[in-house]
């Protein structure tokens, strides 16, 4: 059985950080593409980052470019999702997503990820 774990959520101000960790396993973790997505109260779901099965590729949201930064550890099956410069239009639920050729078909097209975590809160004060 296929399980996807978020943690590391929590509230900081604005301006600090977060490191979000996902973990995956019942899957071959370095078969599949990896993203973090997030939902705000009232707001649909939007894609943030996402990165290839090898980590070779990676994309972001144009909102968190240059701020966000997402990572994976293939033998750790644990992908993570470091936060910078945290502003309060950051907070959201953020979810861990996996998928087969995501990031080269649709990386922001949530039907294209088959496994989803129950997600991690972030709340950034300002």
């Known amino acids: 059985q296929v399980q996807v774990v978020e943690s590391g959520g929590g509230l900081v101000q604005a301006g600090e950080s977060l490191r979000l960790s996902c973990t995956a396993s019942g899957l071959t973790f370095d078969g599949y593409d990896m993203a973090w997505f997030r939902q705000a109260p009232g707001k649909e779901r939007e894609g943030v980052a996402c990165?290839?099965?090898?980590?070779?590729?990676?994309s972001y949201a144009d909102s968190v470019k240059g701020r966000f930064t997402i990572s994976r550890d293939n033998p750790k099956n644990t992908m993570y999702l470091q936060m910078d410069s945290l502003r309060s239009e950051d907070t959201a639920m953020y979810y861990c997503a996996a998928g087969h050729n995501a990031v080269w078909i649709a990386p922001w097209a949530a039907r294209m990820y088959q496994y989803w975590g129950q997600g991690t809160q972030v709340t950034v004060s300002s």
């Open positions: 990165i290839s099965a090898s980590g070779g590729r990676s």
